[in-house]
C-alpha cells in the first residue's frame, strides 16, 4: 500500500483513504438488509400544482366534530407552505406521482430496514391507484415489498372487497414487489366493523356463499381491533387475524400497548396473526383541533421505543408503523424540518436530526428478529 501512496496524487490518495474508511457507510447505504416482519403504512395520497395541477391533501380541511357545532365551517388549509398537518416534510409540498420523490422515499424506508409498505388503497380508478405500478416498480429496486391497506370507500361491502382484491391481484399480484406471507397476499382492512361479521363471513369462511377460500383469491385477510369485545367478530367473521393500526397509545382497547400481551394470548388461542402497530407520536391539531385529548409528545423518541419495546414484548409475527407519512395525524417517521409560517409555527424533531426516526426504525427493525 505504501508503495501505491508513493505514486499517486494527493486527490487519488485522498479519494482512495475516503473509500477505504467510508466503506461500511457506503454498504449500509446501498444494501440495507431489510426486515419482511414489519410493515409501514404509506399514503400516495398527495398532490401538487407542479405535477397534478392542484393541491391534494395538504390542502386538507378541518374536519368537524361529530356534535359540537363550534367546530363547523372553520377554513381549510391553502396548501405549498401552509399545509394541514402540525409537521413540514422536508421534501416540501410533493405530489405522490412524482417519481423522484418516491425514489427518496424508497431510499428512506430501505435505510429504516422496513422490508414491505402497506399502500393505502382507495379502489380502481382512485387517485391511490394511478401511481401504484411507479410505486412499485421502485420497491422493487430497492427490494422492498408491497400489499395494501384496503380503506372504506363510500361503496365498500364484503362483496366489494372481494371485487378490490381480485382487481389487484389480476393487476399487481404478478409484479416482482407483491408481498406475500406464507405464500398467499395478505390485506389490511381498515374500519372493517363497518361491515357486519355475518356479511364477512360469506367471503371469509370456507361455508360461505362467495367464499374466497381456497380459490386464486384466497389471501389472509387482516381487520382492525378496536374494542375490547371484538373476538367473535373476528372468529366468526372469519378473518385470519388483526391489526390495532393507531399510533396514540389507549386510543383504543386495540391501540392501548398495556392490552398487547392480551391480545397475543388470544390470537395464539385463536390461531389468529396478531399484527400491533407502532407510531412516533400523534398530533393532529391542525385538522382536528378538538382531538387534543389523543395527542401524543414524541418525547424526542422515547414514545415510538416504549411503543416498539411493547410490541415486541408481546412476541408477533409481524409489526406496523402507522405510519411512514400521514401528515395530518402528526405519525409519520419521513423526516421533518423546522419550519415558521405567518400563522404557525410548525412542530419539528430538534434537537434530533431530520432523520432520528428513520435512524431509529433502522435499529428497533435489527432487534425485532424472528
Request: negative net charge; glycine residues 6%.
Amino acid at each position: 500500500m505504501i508503495k501505491y501512496l508513493e505514486n499517486h496524487s494527493t486527490e487519488t490518495i485522498f479519494l482512495f483513504l475516503f473509500v477505504i474508511f467510508n466503506c461500511d457507510n457506503l454498504r449500509l447505504m446501498t444494501n440495507e438488509k431489510l426486515n419482511y416482519d414489519i410493515h409501514t403504512f404509506y399514503y400516495a395520497w398527495y398532490g401538487n400544482n407542479e405535477i397534478d395541477g392542484q393541491q391534494r391533501h395538504w390542502n386538507h380541511e378541518v374536519l368537524p366534530h361529530w356534535s359540537n357545532k363550534e367546530w363547523d365551517n372553520y377554513p381549510g388549509f391553502q396548501g405549498g407552505e401552509d399545509i394541514g398537518a402540525n409537521f413540514y416534510p422536508e421534501l416540501g409540498n410533493y405530489s405522490s406521482n412524482d417519481r423522484n420523490i418516491v425514489q427518496k422515499h424508497m431510499k428512506m424506508i430501505s435505510r429504516a430496514g422496513i422490508g414491505v409498505v402497506t399502500l393505502s388503497w382507495w379502489g380502481e380508478n382512485s387517485f391511490e391507484d394511478k401511481n401504484v405500478k411507479m410505486i412499485m416498480d421502485l420497491a422493487d429496486s430497492n427490494k422492498i415489498k408491497i400489499n395494501f391497506h384496503l380503506e372504506p370507500t363510500n361503496d365498500r361491502t364484503a362483496e366489494k372487497v372481494v371485487e378490490m382484491i381480485q382487481y389487484i391481484i389480476n393487476n399487481y399480484g404478478q409484479h416482482t414487489a407483491f408481498y406475500k406471507f406464507k405464500g398467499k397476499p395478505l390485506f389490511y382492512i381498515y374500519d372493517s366493523y363497518h361491515i357486519k361479521k355475518s356479511d364477512w363471513a360469506t367471503i371469509l369462511r370456507p361455508e360461505g356463499n362467495n367464499t374466497i377460500r381456497d380459490t386464486d383469491l384466497d389471501s389472509y385477510i387482516i381487520g382492525l381491533w378496536v374494542h375490547k369485545e371484538e373476538g367473535d367478530f373476528f372468529i366468526d367473521g372469519g378473518f385470519d387475524g388483526f391489526y390495532t393500526y393507531f399510533a396514540s397509545d389507549g386510543f383504543t382497547f386495540g391501540s392501548d400497548t398495556n392490552n398487547w400481551n392480551y391480545l397475543s394470548s388470544w390470537a395464539t388461542k385463536n390461531k389468529k396473526i396478531f399484527i400491533p402497530c407502532v407510531g412516533p407520536g400523534y398530533s393532529d391539531s391542525r385538522i382536528r383541533p378538538w382531538n387534543t385529548q389523543n395527542y401524543k409528545s414524541r418525547n424526542e423518541g422515547k414514545y415510538y421505543d416504549t411503543m416498539f419495546k411493547a410490541a415486541i414484548k408481546s412476541k408477533p409475527e409481524i409489526i406496523g408503523i402507522t405510519s411512514f407519512n400521514e401528515w395530518h395525524e402528526g405519525t409519520q417517521i419521513e423526516p421533518a424540518i423546522p419550519k415558521n409560517i405567518q400563522t404557525f409555527e410548525y412542530e419539528n424533531y430538534k434537537p434530533q436530526e431530520n432523520y432520528h426516526y428513520i435512524k431509529k426504525t433502522k435499529t428497533w427493525s435489527k432487534r425485532f428478529v424472528q
